[in-house]
């Protein structure tokens, strides 16, 4: 068989709606699988030796995430090229991720590089409380021990230091995102960010929203005791690519071109006190904005932007998410088709009817799973919430 044909034959497996369902069947089923593991751990385990329980959990969480990750690095060969300096790579730490809220993929592409530097297994965040209610990521978050908001400061800034706490209690380094921006960039919020820093005087952003502080400054106290550094991060795809940066992309195998500059920015140098800690994160989200309008400009994130260019590389792809994606194939998907084989040679037709609708229904959540990612559909926060920041 030639390469030509492995390709077209690849290609047409990419696109085939029944390899998609599988890959959604073995997602959802693993991942209450994974979610019940947790929760025994959980019951059983972490009330006698929390680091042990964080120890397994990580793994939990790792073989969850590298499916998603396996989507981007296997199924799709999306390409990522880091700009960085090398002594990242060196250094096991806490740290905190501030990185721009542009595409539907962003939080994907950031797994990609957390995949690479051996930490996905700890990747958290700072999350929406209501998310923790949801199966399979939401309860996965629940027992890694995210830090849940009720995006309101006065019931937030009560618990921020507890959860903070908590969540870098692991053995092992943990990463942590803050998206300041508070919610993803669109053209209306962008427009309310914009009218909202002409009326106070502020610098106009091009490519991001103005940052909210006050959660950055509650969190600094805490952040300044077990987080060590922070990176910042600049992630763009060129406007002009063909292949959109979406999940629906990924799972038709188009490959998405993306880009990713990380400065690594110590913890002491932020300042301690509140008013000059919001405007380090306003000057360097103004930083921010400056890298990636030369990105945008010129197709380089240093030509314009007046940062000193660093080395480049592009993350290559570890054999683990396939291999794990494999096995849970293996585990979830393949007794399904021989049970169902078993069935309709048997006429055991009832049980072949509850499967299948089963099956429909899985199906249709896949479907909403992919349209909620979809920027058109994102949330209204951030249109009116400037004001209350």
Known sequence: MSCTTCNNLMSTLKKSRLIHLSI????????????????????????????????????????LYCQLVFLADWWSNTKLTVYCDGDIFTKDENVLLMMNHTYEIDWLLGWIFCEKRFVLGNCKAFAKKVIRYIPIIGWCWYFAEFVFLERSFEKDKEIIATQLKEAFSYPDPVWLLLNAEGTRFTESKHEASVQFAKERGMTVLKHHLIPRTKGFTASLPTLKKYCHA??????????????????????????????????????????????????????????????????????????????????????????????????????TVLPLIKFMFTSLIYGNWFSLTIVSILILILYVIMRKSIGMSEIRKASKYGMNNHKKD
């Not at 209450?32 to 025994?40: A, D, K, R, V």
């Not at 000057?283 to 940062?307: A, C, P, R």
Request: net charge positive.
């Open 24 to 63: 959604g069947i073995s997602f959802f089923v693993s991942g209450l699988l994974i979610n019940l593991l947790q929760f025994c751990l959980f019951v059983c385990l972490r009330p006698f030796n929390v680091k042990l329980y964080r120890k397994l959990n990580y793994y939990l969480c790792y073989s």
């Open 230 to 331: 922070i990176y910042d991060i600049n992630l763009s795809v060129k406007k002009d690519d063909p292949v959109p940066p979406t999940i629906r992309s990924l799972l038709f195998g188009n490959s998405v071109d993306a880009y990713m500059f990380v400065r690594r920015i110590p913890m002491k140098d932020v300042p301690s006190d509140e008013n000059e800690a919001a405007a380090w994160l306003q000057n360097l989200f103004v930083e921010k904005d400056k890298i990636q309008d030369s990105f945008h400009t010129t197709g380089d994130y240093f030509k314009t932007s007046g940062f000193k260019e660093t080395k480049s590389f592009v993350q290559k792809r570890r054999i683990y998410p396939l291999l794990n994606v494999v096995g849970w194939l293996l585990v």
